[in-house]
């Protein structure tokens, strides 16, 4: 048994996993809701995961991933007395956002039952109430 496998009992590896695998969506999700510099960016991202703080280094390649493929534009403001890189969605960022949400709207039904097979209860019991939807601004 290798280490990695070894690891597969331990939460700790699925929630990095899965910190990993959703970084573009929660970058797209918080950028879709205004521009953002880096810092603010892995502030937004952090309260999707568990209050955990992406790296600068699993946060900044990953901005320039996708400016460098017209997801996102970074153009530097003035922030406070820094400049910073503020990034901003494109159309082609918004339509990756989209599809994005449709593959996990797919998917987290199924998610949400494998979890109850596994005996985890109260994980996916969420109330929903009257939230503005960021990409269409409308209630929903």
């Given at each position: 048994m290798t280490d990695a496998t070894a690891r597969m009992t331990e939460t700790a590896y699925w929630q990095t996993l899965n910190?990993?695998?959703?970084?573009?969506?929660?970058?797209?999700?918080a950028l879709a809701e205004k521009p953002m510099h880096g810092y603010e960016l892995a502030d937004a991202v952090s309260t999707c995961s568990d209050?955990?703080?992406?790296?600068?280094?699993?946060?900044?390649?990953?901005?320039?991933?996708?400016e460098a493929n017209g997801y996102i534009v970074?153009?530097?403001?003035?922030?406070?007395?820094?400049?910073?890189?503020?990034c901003t969605l494109t159309e082609q960022g918004l339509q990756a956002?989209?599809?994005?949400?449709?593959?996990?709207?797919?998917?987290?039904?199924?998610?949400?039952?494998?979890?109850h097979s596994a005996g985890v209860t109260g994980c996916c019991d969420v109330v929903q109430s009257s939230v503005t939807d960021p990409i269409t601004e409308v209630t929903i």
């Open positions: 910190r990993k695998s959703l970084l573009r969506f929660f970058l797209f999700s209050g955990v703080r992406p790296t600068d280094a699993m946060i900044y390649p990953t901005l320039k991933e996708l970074c153009r530097p403001e003035a922030v406070g007395e820094r400049r910073r890189n503020v956002y989209r599809a994005a949400a449709e593959a996990w709207s797919w998917a987290l039904p199924k998610i949400e039952t494998a979890i």
